[in-house]
T-cell receptor
Framework: GPKVLQIPSHQIIDMGQMVTLNCDPVSNHLYFYWYKQILGQQMEFLVNFYNGKVMEKSKLFKDQFSVERPDGSYFTLKIQPTALEDSAVYFC?????????????FGEGTRLSVL | GDSVTQTEGQVALSEEDFLTIHCNYSASGYPTLFWYVQYPGEGPQLLFR?????EKGSSRGFEATYDKGTTSFHLRKASVQESDSAVYYCALSDSNNNNAPRFGAGTKLSVKP
């Protein structure tokens, strides 16, 4: 079936550096999401994106975070600069619609380790 | 804001036991409710969703019924298997505003053979 691909599966960077997490969503999906999961804890919503714009974001989506999907390619989450508390697994998801219409399909996550 | 509460953090059962994981929600109107399952090292996978009162979702032997009266969407399975060991998340999407799903704290299910 369709899959959301996240590359790479693990990324290690030094605190203060910039990192870009890449997500290849399902090709005909229109809504895109990022969630954050600290090890052993619950899934926390960060942001969702539609038609080139952020639709909603949570308090966890700090000013250092940004998302984009240039020209229908990868949906990216950029963190600049990174902080130690950004260490977590970041899950990308996509869906054809929202609410009643569709449930987000999740990727397998990118583990980000900030040293 | 809208939220879901899962009361059990961990559940330990033996194979063929009956499973109930409780999920209660707080929201106005008729939110869409989801159950997701997450295996170690993977992303959450949708089990099923429901969006109307008394609607029943089911998949892989799991089921839950949307109950607006008790604001609940409890997950049940008649006979669990070791392979069902995973973390189960109840989630909610406010249909009025088409918000992204918000997840509960999750329930870790461990099934002994």
């Amino acid at each position: 079936g369709p899959k959301v691909l996240q590359i790479p599966s693990h990324q290690i960077i030094d605190m203060g550096q910039m990192v870009t997490l890449n997500c290849d969503p399902v090709s005909n999906h229109l809504y895109f999401y990022w969630y954050k999961q600290i090890l052993g804890q619950q899934m926390e919503f960060l942001v969702n994106f539609y038609n080139g714009k952020v639709m909603e974001k949570s308090k966890l989506f700090k000013d250092q975070f940004s998302v984009e999907r240039p020209d229908g390619s990868y949906f990216t989450l950029k963190i600049q600069p990174t902080a130690l508390e950004d260490s977590a697994v970041y899950f990308c998801a996509s869906s054809l619609g929202q609410g009643n219409n569709q449930a987000p399909l999740f990727g397998e996550g990118t583990r980000l380790s900030v040293l | 804001g809208d939220s879901v509460t899962q009361t059990e953090g961990q559940v330990a059962l033996s194979e063929e036991d009956f499973l109930t994981i409780h999920c209660n929600y707080s929201a106005s109107g008729y939110p869409t409710l989801f159950w997701y399952v997450q295996y170690p090292g993977e992303g959450p996978q949708l089990l099923f969703r429901a969006s109307r009162d008394k609607e029943k979702g089911s998949s892989r032997g799991f089921e839950a019924t949307y109950d607006k009266g008790t604001t609940s969407f409890h997950l049940r399975k008649a006979s669990v298997q070791e392979s069902d060991s995973a973390v189960y998340y109840c989630a909610l999407s406010d249909s009025n505003n088409n918000n992204a799903p918000r997840f509960g704290a999750g329930t870790k299910l461990s099934v002994k053979p």
